[in-house]
């Protein structure tokens, strides 16, 4: 009993003060992930890249599309998907246009998001019950964050 007391307390209140003492156990406070780290691209520059991916679908099987290209397409689809504009009082999907539109569709089509995770079977759920792909350090679908998603500007 007296080595219980002697050693054992002085031991875990050693532990539980490292535990709750800056920059311990945890992230330092320094390290800050920027979750607003979208790429920025021209509109013109992003109806290429959707021509691109939808191209790609069409005459492509999933296991012959490039590391490069399957990132192109999920963020392709994760900014048609997640970008809205507020007008009138309501959000209306910012990109309805119909080369968009085959994109989703073709997709939909060829079941990219089930098919994919043949392609990449190393995958995690991520928020809102989409995907994170830690080969290709992306997400498609869910509520990805920042860095899965363009920011087009006009």
Known sequence: MHFYKKYV???LITICVSCFCKNSLAQSPNET????SSKTITLIEFKHRVGRATKLLKTEKLSAISDTDHINI????????????????LFEARFEAAEYKNLEI???KKNYSRD???VYSEW???????YYFP??????YGTPMRYAIFNVLE
């Open 9 to 11: 307390g002085p031991i």
């Open 33 to 36: 992930f920027n979750r607003d």
């Open 74 to 89: 999920m963020m392709c689809l994760n900014t048609i998907f997640m970008t809205h504009l507020y007008k009138n009082g």
């Open 106 to 108: 073709l997709a939909d």
């Open 116 to 118: 994919i995770v043949k």
């Open 124 to 130: 995690v759920p991520n928020r809102g019950m989409g």
């Open 135 to 140: 080969k290709l350090k992306m997400e498609l």
